[in-house]
């Protein structure tokens, strides 16, 4: 099955990284973005 379709491991590790890169950016966002935002909001 993947002889046959060796572009399928590459797509899904593709997606794998992509939503890694995904998460790990929405993570960041929140630390810098949300976290001192809802801390001044507590204020």
């Known amino acids: ?3 046959d379709l060796p572009t399928d491991d ?3 590790a593709l997606a794998g990284v992509g ?3 995904a998460v790990a950016t929405g993570l960041i ?3 810098f973005f949300l976290l001192p935002y ?3 909001r507590s204020l």
Request: hydrophobic share 65%.
């Open 19 to 21: 939503a890694g890169y």
């Open 1 to 3: 099955m993947n002889i």
């Open 29 to 31: 966002f929140a630390l």
């Open 10 to 12: 590459g797509w899904r």
């Open 38 to 40: 809802l801390v001044v």
